[in-house]
């Protein structure tokens, strides 16, 4: 840890209350700090191709981003859906100079194409088929191109009470209506849902939307008139 911070020390940095972007940062170092903070509850880290983000989550943070955590679980639940919860499991590709920590991820579609295993190496694996990224402070690392080129297809963002979804496509991610790893849900439920979060009892609002979901998936199962 001591090589690892003299060469922090000496990279031109940009610091915030809640993080630092350091740039001319070499793979080496993102290396060192992922093996530094394995398996222990530290900053999350990111990396494009030299530039490298420290993150400690605030309390605003955690809180939006374990609510969606919660809504894409009863989702997933009440679709009778597989699902394999990822956390803020590392990604990297070192030939692309990239590495990330999202708020949350999550395998649905692709659940079992990666179950039991303990490393991901997304040359061969699939990413994540969701990524929920908590954006509370501007100035931060543009996680975006990141989750692009290791190929993530969609995005929840949340800014302030707002969620945004996004889809990839080609290179580029584009604002969508409807999830696409749970299209029974809108980008303006997803909001209302977050909202209302913070105005019910925990147990009374996972009931609630519990009881969204199965009216909707009712509704899909009537015949059409």
Not at 35 to 42: M, N
Not at 73 to 97: A, Y
Not at 171 to 183: F, G, M, T
Not at 186 to 212: C, I, N, P, Y
Request: glycine share 4%; with cysteine.
């Amino acid at each position: 840890m001591v090589a690892t911070q003299t060469a922090l020390d000496q990279m031109p940095s940009v610091t915030a209350a809640n993080y630092v972007l350091l740039h001319k940062a070499s793979w080496e170092t993102y290396e060192s700090l992922l093996a530094d903070y394995h398996d222990q509850a530290g900053p999350r880290l990111a990396y494009d191709n030299g530039v490298l983000e420290i993150k400690m989550p605030s309390i605003n943070h955690e809180i939006s981003n374990r609510t969606l955590a919660q809504l894409v679980e009863i989702l997933v639940e009440e679709s009778d859906l597989d699902l394999l919860r990822m956390g803020s499991t590392t990604f990297l590709r070192k030939d692309l100079l990239k590495g990330v920590e999202p708020d949350s991820c999550f395998y649905i579609q692709h659940a079992e194409k990666v179950r039991g295993k303990d490393k991901i190496d997304l040359l061969n694996d699939p990413p994540p088929d969701l990524v929920i990224e908590v954006d509370v402070t501007s100035g931060s690392l543009n996680k975006f191109p990141i989750f692009a080129a290791l190929q993530i297809p969609e995005i929840w963002r949340c800014k302030g009470e707002h969620v945004t979804i996004y889809k990839l496509e080609g290179e580029d991610y584009w604002e969508a209506e409807r999830s696409l790893a749970l299209p029974i849900l809108t980008d303006e439920m997803a909001t209302r849902f977050l909202a209302e979060s913070g105005e019910m009892k925990s147990s009374v609002w996972a009931r609630h939307v519990r009881q969204w979901v199965r009216e909707q998936l009712d509704a899909q199962q009537q015949p059409q008139s």
